[in-house]
């Protein structure tokens, strides 16, 4: 019945070309616009490390005085050194990373390659392991690494491909800030979006190309980019001047594999606070938090608000474009009450009608469909010639290609409804007799 019910919408659908097409475009202008902000808002939205963000947490303390605080305040979004330091070295997870961000100058060897600047991360061993960093060549360095200030150096493929042409660097030298650091690692592509470890340097569109140990790095001085919070007499670092001890201006990052380990966690920096208070160094109460990798990007608010404003609005429109569906429809089932009265007199229930109309209500919605989905791949190369950072990552995944089609054919069925079971409730004989 079904292949019956599908020739008989082709042949109903062909005999009104023109308010055919009023309704697949209808339809394919509403999906067309929602699917292109709900692409973009997925793709920022999504969880940069599936699999692993459910462990992953940010710590928070708030080593602050109290002027200008007020209660119930959130504590800084960064740590200052000895915080982070302290935190580090205390080793209470099963996985810990402090780190910063940077830039520094890269000599090649080649003199065909003029010096250049590149994005830098200075962090510990565990930051590899802890985010899944995958390598390409060689590893990451060692926690003994970290303390013995090791001149060891992993670069980005991208910057392997560029001074080396790819090849294995492992073990060659490279000139970074004025010192000879040894490359030990070549990382592979990897670019997780946003970039959730530090939102103060960039949350789309950003990479570091250069990940050197941290104390390493504070050794050589080398440039401190990112959000430096001062209080009290502290003073932001301008250059190769890091800031002062009552700065914030580091990030940290534990692993807690279990929820029991996260609530031991939390109850640990309360502890921490407590005796940082006691020393003198803190002056509040404990105020501390501990949320993992996507409540943290909740709380920050990643996903720009004129995305969700853009997705909101085109949402609204594809429902116009379902109400103006609605009714090319009830006026197109409504001109042909005639025929399925005929049909109702030579046997036909109203369900086998109603069932042969919300075919024709599918075909309406899967050509618009294909429409939609066109004129959201046109949609997104727009937003990928937009300036904003996040441009690049708007493409169509297989999800919401699935998405696209889906949500056609509801939208189609859905708009079909009203007019199938309109057409479907007028009684034969009087149809017949009026004709």
Known sequence: MFGYYFDLALRSLRRNKALTALMMLAIALGIGASMTTLTVLHVLSGDPLPGRSGTLYYPQVDPRDNSGIMPGQEPPQQLTEIDGFNLLHAGRADRQALMTGGAVPIQPDSAAIDPFYVEARYTTADFFAMFGAPFRYGRGWSAADDEAKARDVVISSELNERLFG???????????????????????????????????????????????????????????????????????????????????????????????????????????????????????????????????????????????????????????????????????????????????ALGASRRALFAQLLIESGVVGLVGGVGGLLLALLGLWVVRHRPSDYAALAHLDPAMLLTTFLLALGASLLAGLLPAWRACQVAPALQLKSN
């Not at 001062?230 to 990030?251: D, F, K, L, R």
């Not at 103006?324 to 409504?334: D, E, I, P, Q, R």
């Open 166 to 344: 790819g090849s294995n660097s492992v073990g060659r030298t490279l000139l970074v800030a004025g010192s000879l650091l040894r490359i030990v690692g070549v990382l592979d592509d990897w670019t997780p979006s946003p970039h959730f470890y530090d939102l103060n340097t960039g949350s789309y569109g950003y990479a570091e190309q250069v990940f050197m140990p941290l104390q390493t790095a504070l050794d050589l001085h080398v440039d401190h980019n990112g959000s430096t919070d001062c209080w009290g007499n502290g003073t932001g670092g301008v250059g190769t001047i890091y800031p002062a001890s009552s700065c914030v201006w580091m990030q940290f990052w534990v692993q807690l594999d279990t929820p029991a380990k996260a609530a031991d966690y939390k109850e640990f920096l309360v502890h921490y606070s407590d005796q940082q208070k006691a020393l003198g160094r803190f002056v509040k109460a404990p105020n501390v938090r501990l949320r993992n990798l996507m409540q943290w990007l909740a709380y920050q608010q990643v996903v720009p608000d004129d995305v969700r404003l853009q997705a909101g609005l085109a949402f609204g429109f594809l429902l116009v474009c379902l109400v103006n569906t609605v009714g090319l429809m009830l006026a197109k089932f409504l001109r042909r009450t005639g025929e399925l009265s005929v049909r109702r």
